[in-house]
């Protein structure tokens, strides 16, 4: 009896003390954002951090990252797409880089709705290479199927919705709450050094609790049926994205590009930039 007493008192303690620890982190501000490149874009749910590459005048590409890498991540890839004559958008996903953590669940809605507010704020319109990584490519997908009209072509890099290897402790934390957010802190703050920001590690948890769940294969079916070209990059070794999602993306979409890099992990973005430059160069040749 006495435990049952006291399992309400340890859970409150635990939400306690991961509140507290995340209000000790540093906060988001002017301060962080001192040396930041780029420009910033006040949004309806706060600032959102991005930046111009390549030429002022040419086809826009828009690079999404992905769960935990904020838009620094696509140095390589956007270096080589502004070579190839791309004017390249490359932002942070709220919670990530620098932009600002607003509350809320971090689902679809919420990740579509800054991604067109931002288009709007940078008068993009219509013409658009979309460029996702990861859970990035889920959020290409999605703004595609919900506006085809906006979008030309789409460049996945092991897209997350079609399929994913669960890493045990993240499953753990992202369905038990309290104890999960405390866990998740806890050792998500040890692993990232991204987490000595207040609001990271929560963003991080609140997608692995909302965008990462959805199933994106009827947007691939949409992308399929209005006939958008499609692109996707897959890690030979990746641990994250199972190598099934190709089988998947094909039965789905059978005019979709695929092409599987041998010994690249879900890190391929920054390991083989090269090799993903030579497919996108074949691809737009070939499209």
Same mark, same amino acid.
């Given at each position: 009896?006495?435990? /049952?007493?006291? /399992?309400?008192l340890?859970?409150?303690?635990?939400?306690?003390?991961?509140?507290?620890?995340? @209000?000790?982190?540093?906060p988001?501000?002017?301060?962080?954002? !001192?040396?930041?490149?780029?420009?910033?874009?006040? /949004?309806?749910?706060?600032?959102?951090?991005?930046?111009?590459?390549?030429?002022?005048?040419?086809?826009?590409? &828009?690079?999404?990252?992905?769960?935990?890498?904020?838009?620094? +991540?696509?140095?390589?890839?956007?270096?080589?797409?502004? %070579? %190839?004559?791309?004017?390249?958008?490359?932002?942070?996903?709220?919670?990530?880089?620098?932009?600002?953590?607003?509350g809320? #669940?971090? #689902? @679809?809605?919420?990740?579509?709705t800054?991604?067109?507010?931002?288009?709007?704020?940078?008068?993009?319109?219509?013409?658009? =290479? /979309?460029?996702?990584?990861? %859970?990035?490519?889920s959020?290409?997908?999605?703004?595609?199927?919900?506006?085809? $009209?906006? &979008? #030309?072509?789409?460049?996945?890099?092991?897209?997350?919705?079609?399929?994913?290897?669960?890493?045990?402790?993240?499953?753990?934390?992202?369905? &038990?709450?309290?104890?999960?957010?405390w866990?998740?802190?806890?050792? +998500?703050?040890?692993?990232?050094?991204?987490?000595?920001?207040?609001?990271?590690?929560?963003?991080?948890?609140?997608?692995?609790?909302? =965008?990462?769940?959805? #199933? =994106?294969?009827?947007?691939?079916?949409?992308?399929?049926?209005?006939?958008?070209?499609?692109?996707?990059?897959?890690?030979?070794?990746? !641990?994250a994205?199972?190598?099934?999602?190709?089988?998947?993306?094909?039965?789905?979409?059978?005019?979709?590009?695929?092409?599987?890099?041998?010994?690249?992990?879900?890190?391929l973005?920054?390991?083989?930039?090269? $090799?993903?430059?030579?497919?996108?160069?074949?691809?737009?040749? $070939?499209?």
């Amino acid at each position: 009896m006495n435990w /049952l007493l006291l /399992l309400p008192l340890a859970i409150l303690a635990l939400w306690a003390a991961s509140a507290l620890a995340e @209000r000790r982190r540093r906060p988001m501000d002017d301060t962080a954002r !001192a040396d930041a490149p780029g420009q910033f874009a006040r /949004l309806a749910s706060g600032l959102t951090h991005y930046r111009w590459d390549g030429p002022t005048r040419g086809p826009v590409a &828009v690079c999404i990252h992905g769960l935990t890498t904020g838009s620094q +991540g696509w140095d390589p890839v956007a270096g080589n797409l502004a %070579m %190839m004559g791309f004017r390249v958008l490359r932002y942070d996903l709220y919670g990530r880089g620098l932009s600002d953590r607003p509350g809320g #669940d971090q #689902d @679809r809605a919420f990740f579509l709705t800054q991604l067109r507010e931002l288009l709007a704020d940078q008068g993009l319109r219509d013409g658009l =290479m /979309l460029v996702g990584y990861s %859970m990035g490519g889920s959020i290409a997908a999605a703004f595609a199927a919900e506006a085809p $009209e906006k &979008v #030309d072509r789409i460049i996945l890099l092991a897209p997350a919705g079609l399929g994913h290897t669960p890493d045990r402790g993240a499953e753990f934390c992202r369905r &038990v709450p309290v104890l999960g957010d405390w866990l998740f802190r806890l050792f +998500g703050a040890r692993q990232v050094a991204e987490a000595r920001f207040r609001g990271y590690l929560p963003a991080v948890l609140s997608s692995r609790r909302h =965008m990462l769940t959805e #199933d =994106m294969a009827p947007e691939h079916r949409i992308i399929a049926q209005q006939g958008i070209p499609v692109l996707a990059v897959w890690g030979e070794k990746d !641990a994250a994205i199972p190598l099934t999602a190709v089988g998947r993306l094909a039965q789905i979409n059978p005019a979709a590009w695929q092409v599987e890099l041998p010994g690249a992990t879900h890190a391929l973005p920054v390991t083989h930039p090269g $090799e993903i430059h030579a497919a996108v160069q074949e691809f737009l040749r $070939e499209i």
